[in-house]
């Protein structure tokens, strides 16, 4: 068949590779299917040009990405397309629609079938179905409409092995386009996620999509992975998405030993929790081409630490940043504004603490509570929750439309702009910064990084 892929217009905070899309991609290119992919995020796409793409495509099937603050976007263009090419088969996933599948059938008849869950093998037995003109209604995490009523096959699992898996299609996408865009201190760089899954119980996080059980690439298929970046695209930075990237020593420390091994010359950054590292790990780290981490520190406070249920204290933070700092690798520490239970003292500790960490980067949202997390459900119950998803906030986006805490969405915003504004300029920080410079690549990213300061 005949496929198009597309990531919906939106409210985003930053632009990347669409990694979920690019997997599915693959995985029905291996079943002989011709799939092209189109990237609201990227390219500026009027209606008459989707419907020439579709033509000209000829496509027969068209699978769109939901995430929670692109809903709308997504269940407009549904509509665009049904109403123009109405012989067209329509399929939503992703995180929002695995999470309300139900309601979005609903609300938007467009959609023929929402895929919940992993994408991969779900689309290849639902393509094979539907071109072989069988019955599809045993595919589980499958959502369709039967004489009227609305269908959902619940997920009954993950996909076990994600070294079957083929590496992404990115074939489909201008990857430069992207580097561009992406937050990193060499061009060209891109994306990669080498895990899925996350097993700890942080209240503001949902795993609709890849779960609570950790599943990994072997490090050898990492390593396929990043040659073929390198050598077939000229990549020379990775951004490691994967929510907790050094769950595994043993792991982390045989994918570095191999880039060492192979001499590969791969600047990396990745994200991890405070009480995933070590001092051996993060050398070995340094030693294979990390320069940066980011960590999700989110507050100041020990209290609200164990409202959120990070699993964290203060002193483990520290300890992990000091750690991480001896190595020679630069940090990252995320914050979070406007937990329930909050208090303004809390906020201005969590400021406070900031600065004291001694950390290269910081960056503070205020908290948004997503279908599907515990935060969600406090938030319900507490009646801070509105149904208007298109005003979620991001990191640096705009002014909320709610505050899940006492303190109010003004003073939110306030404190979010004091936060940036406190850490950034002070002067003992302007002066690291400048000392920090030591090649174009550095002033470069440096001088970025103050045009997206001067934009919050």
């Not at 689309?123 to 499958?142: A, Q």
């Amino acid at each position: 068949m005949n496929i198009l892929l597309i990531n919906p217009p939106g409210k985003i905070s930053f632009v990347s590779p669409p990694l979920g899309l690019l997997y599915i991609a693959a995985s029905l290119k291996e079943d002989g299917h011709n799939v092209s992919l189109v990237d609201y995020n990227l390219e500026k796409i009027s209606d008459d040009d989707l419907g020439q793409i579709i033509t000209e495509k000829k496509n027969e099937a068209v699978g769109i990405s939901v995430v929670t603050p692109k809903v709308y976007g997504a269940m407009e263009l549904a509509k665009l397309i049904k109403e123009k090419f109405p012989e067209i088969i329509v399929i939503a996933g992703g995180p929002h629609a695995t999470l309300m599948p139900e309601e979005m059938m609903k609300e938007c008849p467009a959609i023929d079938f929402i895929i919940q869950g992993e994408g991969e093998i779900r689309s290849k037995e639902l393509f094979s179905k539907l071109e072989s003109k069988t019955d599809y209604s045993e595919i589980d995490g499958l959502v369709f409409r039967k004489s009227g009523q609305i269908i959902n096959n619940k997920v009954k699992g993950y996909i076990a092995d994600l070294n079957a898996l083929p590496m992404p299609a990115r074939e489909l996408v201008d990857i430069k386009r992207y580097a561009s865009k992406l937050k990193t201190s060499v061009y060209p760089a891109t994306t990669m996620m080498t895990s899925r899954g996350c097993p700890f119980r942080c209240i503001y996080c949902s795993k609709p999509v890849t779960g609570s059980r950790i599943r990994s690439l072997s490090p050898e298929k990492v390593l396929k992975e990043i040659e073929e970046l390198a050598n077939k695209y000229g990549i020379k930075e990775i951004i490691f998405y994967d929510d907790s990237f050094t769950i595994d020593k043993p792991r982390v420390m045989k994918i570095c030993d191999m880039i060492i091994e192979r001499k590969i010359k791969m600047r990396w950054q990745c994200e991890t929790r405070a009480n995933l590292v070590d001092q051996e790990m993060l050398n070995k780290m340094k030693e294979s081409g990390c320069y940066l981490i980011a960590y999700g520190i989110e507050s100041g406070s020990d209290r609200v630490l164990a409202i959120l249920k990070k699993g964290l204290t203060k002193e483990q933070i520290r300890k992990a940043v000091e750690m991480t700092k001896k190595a020679g690798i630069q940090v990252l520490g995320y914050f979070m504004l406007g937990i329930p239970g909050e208090t303004e003292e809390d906020i201005k500790e969590t400021i406070k603490f900031s600065k004291e960490l001694n950390l290269d980067f910081a960056q503070f949202s205020i908290a948004t509570a997503y279908p599907g997390t515990e935060l969600y459900r406090i938030a319900k119950q507490n009646n801070k929750i509105t149904s208007d998803w298109s005003k979620s906030v991001y990191a640096l986006g705009g002014k909320p439309l709610i505050s899940l805490s006492d303190v109010s969405v003004d003073k939110l915003y306030y404190y979010t702009k004091k936060a940036y504004s406190s850490f950034y300029f002070r002067p003992a920080y302007i002066f690291k910064k400048i000392s920090s410079i030591k090649s174009i690549n550095d002033l470069v990213y440096t001088i970025r990084g103050l045009f997206t300061l001067l934009k919050i």
